[in-house]
């Protein structure tokens, strides 16, 4: 973690450094940004140890993306943007609410062959993300619903920061509390490991807002993710 200043401090970017022996090396670095400062931000942005570089990948609030994008092209590189966002975090994990799973299909764990299909349901893809998905599901807890071939149906993912990611139901097996139920899953066992409860979920979708809502979530910031791509 990279901060302003020490031991009180306006902005801080959390980052997952990749290193020889990583788990993580198949993933490109990420770095989270966290700033009531748009000074200090630019002046951390801008700092020689943040290594800028092709794949790298900013999760920023919106208010702060046009920063990244201005020292990015500085840098020589250009943005792409996938953003609309939205942090949903329980701070009374112990007394979350979710509702009851009304299919009797079995839960299981996805594993590396099925990264396509989870790939297919993103609005980005590409063999990057493909590589990335695998490294989640290779190393990182994720849950599933799968139909009586044993094919997954539903799914939710976490990332190298913890968060509840990628979740997605095939439209023949929603409303049927797949999703929350494997949420539910996940979450306990975050519990259990100490671990913070929140997810990420786009505007767009009224479905899993209103279910993380009902649960106990407080919606955060509108989150922007920025891919950092050399120019040419």
Known sequence: ???????????????????????????????????????????????????????????????????????????????????????????????????????TLATSTLNESHAELVVQQLPYGGSDEINRVKAYIRHLPNRCVVDEKGHPVSWVLTDEFHCLRMAYTQPKYRR??????????????????????????????????SMMSKAGFTRGVETTYLMVKAEG
């Open 176 to 209: 049927k509390g797949h999703v929350g139920h494997l949420r539910f899953t996940l979450v306990q066992q975050k519990i259990s490991e100490g671990l913070p409860v929140f997810c990420q979920i786009h505007k767009d979708n009224a479905a899993s807002i």
């Open 1 to 103: 973690m990279c901060v302003d200043s020490w031991p009180t401090f306006s902005t801080a970017i959390c980052y997952h450094q990749n290193q020889i022996g990583s788990n993580f090396k198949e993933i490109n670095e990420k770095y989270s940004i966290f700033s009531k400062n748009q000074n200090s931000l630019r002046s951390l942005l801008t700092d020689d140890k943040l290594k800028w570089r092709d794949g790298l990948e900013f999760e920023v609030a919106n208010h702060h993306s046009q920063i990244v994008r201005e020292i990015a092209s500085l840098r020589g590189f250009h943005v792409e943007e996938d953003g609309g966002y939205y942090s949903y975090i329980n701070y009374s994990p112990e007394k979350l609410i979710m509702s009851e799973k009304t299919s």
